[in-house]
């Protein structure tokens, strides 16, 4: 009986504890393994707990699988119930699709469900998440963390990440990702200095899950950048630091540090200043045009 109440036919199978037992199978989950195939025990057993719905493409994600095509036909009957399963469980279920090692097929197969309708919106252009191919530049590790994130972003509006219980942290991250893939020109080359300093300023981190988007003759050259931990525009820093400029200055501690800082690392961003000397020079000249903040 407890066999018969499982989500899909392979999680519903037994081995009795005692010597020698034979596998306990009364929906025919062996053959269904033996088939590749994934299908509902029934369909009561999905709407029972509606997370299932969105199980079954997680496992086709995990496990080379195909969905039965009545099983298919229940989850698209039932497809709106999936609001009724606690947020939480969703968003688990997704992190997990999203990472999977077959997930290009199973994010195919959940967008022709439209499970995520109810996490999306009507503006929002839902196309298919970037996969392996469009991430050939990157390495294992570099799909590994970027893929998922980058496929969330796509998937999912921020006010349905929040509704979701996304924590802030993973909410920040897509929105910053989303808004700069809206922004970002055909060839981000054109870009205005201001913006690409901007870019990299605020997306450093997570550089890579925008930069599976890009054309594919740019997308080696910034990865080998980014890559580097010392490349100034990609990674900007100040090539000084507060202390040094109040010591070297006499500047007084408060917000124009802040603002001096940040104009010294854009300058370096694009090269204009290298080193301990040319930065200090710099700043002296940047104090001098803004005297009356001092």
């Not at 499970?115 to 298919?128: F, K, R």
């Not at 999912?156 to 929040?162: N, Q, R």
Request: with cysteine; charged share 25%; net charge neutral.
């Amino acid at each position: 009986d407890d066999l018969r109440r499982r989500d899909y036919t392979i999680n519903a199978i037994a081995l009795p504890l005692g010597p020698h037992g034979a596998l306990v199978d009364p929906t025919g989950g062996v053959n269904d393994l033996q088939n590749r195939r994934l299908r509902a025990v029934c369909e009561s057993n999905l709407t029972n707990d509606p997370l299932r719905l969105l199980r079954g493409v997680r496992l086709m994600a995990e496990l080379p699988l195909e969905l039965d095509p009545q099983t298919i036909t229940w989850i698209q009957c039932h497809r709106q119930r999936l609001q009724d399963a606690a947020p939480e469980r969703i968003l688990a279920e997704l992190q997990r699709l999203v990472a999977a090692t077959r997930a290009d097929l199973a994010l195919s197969a959940l967008m022709q469900l439209q499970l995520l309708a109810p996490w999306q919106d009507a503006a929002m252009v839902v196309s298919v998440p970037p996969g392996k191919q469009e991430a050939l530049a990157m390495n294992q590790e570099e799909r590994q963390r970027w893929l998922p994130l980058s496929r969330i972003t796509q998937l999912i509006t921020d006010d349905g990440l929040k509704r979701l219980r996304a924590s802030r942290q993973l909410r920040q991250r897509c929105r910053r990702l989303r808004r700069w893939l809206n922004r970002l020109p055909e060839d981000p080359g054109a870009l205005k200095e201001a913006d690409r300093y901007e870019l990299h300023l605020e997306l450093e981190d997570d550089l890579p899950a925008l930069i599976i988007h890009l054309p594919e003759h740019l997308q080696q050259d910034w990865l080998q950048r980014w890559r580097d931990a010392n490349d100034p525009l990609f990674h900007p820093s100040p090539p000084l630091d507060g202390s040094e400029l109040q010591r070297e200055l006499g500047l007084a501690p408060g917000p124009v540090i802040g603002r001096l800082l940040d104009h010294l690392r854009r300058e370096r961003a694009f090269q204009r200043v290298a080193g301990h000397t040319s930065a200090l020079a710099e700043a002296q000249r940047w104090c001098a045009r803004n005297s009356n903040l001092l």
